[in-house]
């Protein structure tokens, strides 16, 4: 079983719409976990860390689920800008796991 | 403020030629990675480098070496490249690791890197 596991998609998602989306992971002792965001043939960039009892950032809201294994991603009002490939990122140990990433795609 | 700079954004080789790939930060982190990205998988690390004078092996090492030549300069070497690394590679740097994994990530813009 992969470390980290996200569905590629692509998410099809209506401007305006909301879009959701998980990723799992198999290690237990998994210590931290973020959302990168990564644009076609760019650089991930950090789009938020994800805490315990949840966080938001404008139209993203994060959500650790412990006992499941798995973090989610919620895009409330999606915008033409939000189309961009999402990567679920696990540390423990000094190292980072990425998955594959979901790909969402907004359409006008 | 330029913040993760790797060169060159591409570059072409052929089976068994070796090259450098350049990375450098302008912001006084102490670690640095290198990772590799492919097509329908997630970003691999291949070496990185805690702080200023080590540096480790990641997940996919075999067929690379590092230099952390100083606190701001990274490089990846391939002694004799194969087609199996044909890749994307992208350096990143944090200001202190991620040993308790709360570090954010700065990354280069990647060298997309083919071996014929």
């Known amino acids: 079983r992969k470390e980290v596991e996200q569905d590629p998609g692509p998410f099809n998602v209506p401007e305006g719409a909301t879009v959701a989306f998980n990723c799992t992971y198999s290690?237990?002792?998994?210590?931290?976990f973020f959302w990168y965001r990564q644009d076609c043939r760019k650089e991930p960039k950090l789009l938020m860390s994800?805490?315990?009892s949840g966080n938001e950032d404008g139209r993203f809201t994060a959500q650790l689920n412990r006992a499941s294994q798995y973090i989610s991603l919620l895009i409330r009002d999606s915008k033409l800008s939000d189309s961009a490939t999402y990567l679920c990122?696990?540390?423990?140990?000094?190292?980072?796991?990425f998955g594959k990433g979901n790909q969402v795609v907004v359409i006008p | 403020n330029a913040g993760v700079t790797q060169t060159p954004k591409f570059q072409v080789l052929k089976t068994g030629q070796s090259m450098t790939l350049q990375c450098a930060q302008d912001m006084n982190h102490n670690s640095m990675y290198w990772y590799r990205q492919d097509p329908g998988m997630g970003l691999r690390l291949i070496y990185y480098s805690a702080s200023e004078g080590t540096t480790d092996k990641g997940e996919v090492p075999n067929g690379y070496n590092v230099s952390r030549l100083n606190k701001r300069e990274f490089s990846l070497r391939l002694e004799s490249a194969a087609p199996s690394q044909t890749s994307v590679y992208f350096c990143?740097?944090?200001?202190?690791?991620?040993?308790?994994?709360?570090?954010?990530?700065?990354f280069g813009s990647g060298t997309q890197l083919s071996v014929l």
């Open positions: 290690n237990s002792a998994s210590q931290s």
């Open positions: 990122v696990v540390g423990r140990n000094n190292r980072l796991a």
């Open positions: 994800v805490y315990s």
């Open positions: 990143a740097s944090s200001e202190n690791g991620i040993r308790d994994g709360r570090e954010k990530l700065f």
